[in-house]
């Protein structure tokens, strides 16, 4: 029953530290769908999608960006 308990209580541990982990990763994928106005609105998650987001990083030069750091790290 000892050890049990012991073993059950370590999963749960473990558990709780991979949400701990998990949550903010998640979190920071769902607002980065979201515009400027809606992230701050946590229940207007419909309303609010949108690529623009990712349109932007795009039309600013990230591949040129990503392309010099692969430069620099080889």
């Known amino acids: ?15 709780i530290c991979c949400c701990v982990v998990l949550v903010p990763f998640i979190w920071m994928v769902l607002v980065s769908f979201r515009t400027k106005s809606g992230i701050f609105d946590p229940g207007n998650f419909q ?13 600013d030069g990230i591949f040129n960006l990503f392309k010099n750091s692969m430069i620099i790290a080889i």
């Open 47 to 59: 309303n609010s999608f949108t690529l623009s987001n990712y349109e932007t990083i795009v039309d």
């Open 1 to 15: 029953m000892n050890k049990n308990v012991y073993k059950w209580s370590t999963y749960l541990c473990i558990f």
